[in-house]
């Protein structure tokens, strides 16, 4: 009887070799999984950026509603949360237009908005350089724009 306790006591523990098969394991699926997570991140701050811009252009064309014009380039986005006080002051500002303050895009980095705009010489373009903050790209480095076009320097 000794013999066989002494037995059970020694494989009580695993082998190094049973422990680098479950490492090997895990880092596979981690290796393969890992991607598809990523690029899922990736492709949620591009969603959120597009939502932000369409916000951002309902609460633009209310403001030009209520005021005849669109917010100036030096007064911005924030002028969608407080009443301008520089430049022509709105004459009906009846905000805010915005309900939270105006968020950085998904990367950090505020939007761009330019009224009026290169590409819309008639409003304002709003946009976003992408995770890479350069103009062009692909991916999450692709710029977002509110005309649906790329950014021109």
């Not at 939270?100 to 290169?118: L, Q, T």
């Not at 709003?126 to 480095?141: F, K, M, N, P, Q």
Request: glycine share 10%; aromatic share 8%.
């Amino acid at each position: 009887m000794s013999c066989n306790r002494s037995r059970r006591v020694q494989r009580a523990g695993f082998t190094l070799i049973e422990l680098l098969v479950v490492i090997a394991i895990i880092a596979t699926l981690a290796a393969v999984v890992a991607p598809a997570v990523f690029r899922n991140v990736g492709d949620a701050k591009i969603n959120a950026a597009k939502s932000q811009l369409d916000i951002f252009a309902l609460a633009l064309d209310s403001y030009r509603l209520d005021n005849d014009v669109f917010p100036s380039t030096a007064q911005g986005l924030s002028a969608l949360r407080t009443a301008p006080t520089g430049g022509d002051a709105p004459r009906n500002w009846r905000g805010p237009y915005l309900r939270k303050s105006i968020p950085m895009d998904p990367w950090g980095r505020p939007y761009v908005y330019v009224a009026p705009g290169k590409e819309n010489p008639t409003s304002y373009d709003v946009y976003t350089l992408g995770r890479d903050g350069a103009i062009g790209g692909t991916d999450e480095d692709a710029d977002l724009t509110s005309w649906g076009g790329p950014v021109h320097p």
